[in-house]
């Protein structure tokens, strides 16, 4: 059973600080990764994607994924009470087209 | 331009009834996946059709469930006999293609609620 595992959280960070978003992954034949971003009652929408080792910047945001350790993270510089919401990891299985793996989410909570 | 539409936004059903679910993907997108979302919990694949290829349907969780896309956009999610258990978000997403690096669009869900 391919798995992607997240902390369920809440994580809590004061506004201003960093986040620290991370996801684990079982496939090793996995290669796209992929940050969604769902707030309370809403759909998911893309935040980041990210198909090669290290880091790539968008914004505030920063995709890291290292395949060796089958680990990707989502840092998000400067949090904003609007960062405030669920963050999914999402991986494709391997020679499945563009089947995704979900984790269960993290819970972010950006305190002013 | 327009989104990925879903109808209906909610239903309440009893349970042993049947439901259908539409998806009406982004014009031009080849790639159409169905989830579910449970309360509190990821997203479950439940199944993808690309183009005019067999559908993928092995996140289907019974054979209570189907789906059907027609002319290769429109899409219609069936659950027969419902169960509470079924009590869900299910969300459409479509894509330009189903390569591994195709971006999904998500719509807005359907809130099933079996009574």
């Known amino acids: 059973q391919k798995e992607v595992e997240q902390n369920s959280g809440p994580l809590s960070v004061p506004e201003g600080a960093i986040a620290s978003l991370n996801c684990t992954y079982s496939?090793?034949?996995?290669?796209?990764f992929f940050w969604y971003r769902q707030y309370s009652g809403k759909s998911p929408e893309l935040i980041m994607f990210?198909?090669?080792?290290g880091d790539k910047e968008d914004g505030r945001f920063t995709a890291q994924l290292n395949k060796a350790s089958q680990y990707v993270s989502l840092l998000i510089r400067d949090s904003q009470p609007s960062d405030s919401a669920t963050y999914l990891c999402?991986?494709?299985?391997?020679?499945?087209?563009?089947?995704?793996?979900f984790g269960q989410g993290t819970e972010l909570s950006v305190k002013p | 331009g327009a989104g990925v539409s879903q109808s209906p936004s909610n239903k309440v059903t009893e349970k042993g009834k049947d439901v259908e679910l539409r998806c009406d993907p982004i014009?031009?997108?080849?790639?159409l996946y169905w989830y579910r979302q449970s309360l509190g919990q990821g997203l479950e694949f439940l199944i993808y059709?690309?183009?005019?290829?067999?559908?993928?349907k092995s996140g289907l969780p019974s054979d209570r469930f189907s789906a059907e896309r027609t002319g290769g956009s429109v899409s219609t999610l069936t659950i027969q006999r419902t169960q509470q258990e079924d009590s869900a978000v299910y969300l459409c997403?479509?894509?330009?293609?189903?390569?591994?690096?195709?971006?999904?669009?998500f719509g807005p869900g359907t809130r099933l609620l079996v009574l």
């Open positions: 997403a479509s894509s330009l293609a189903s390569g591994i690096q195709e971006t999904q669009y």
């Open positions: 496939d090793r034949g996995s290669q796209s």
């Open positions: 990210i198909y090669s080792n």
């Open positions: 999402a991986v494709n299985e391997a020679n499945q087209g563009g089947k995704l793996i």
């Open positions: 014009s031009g997108h080849t790639a």
């Open positions: 059709f690309q183009g005019n290829s067999a559908p993928d």
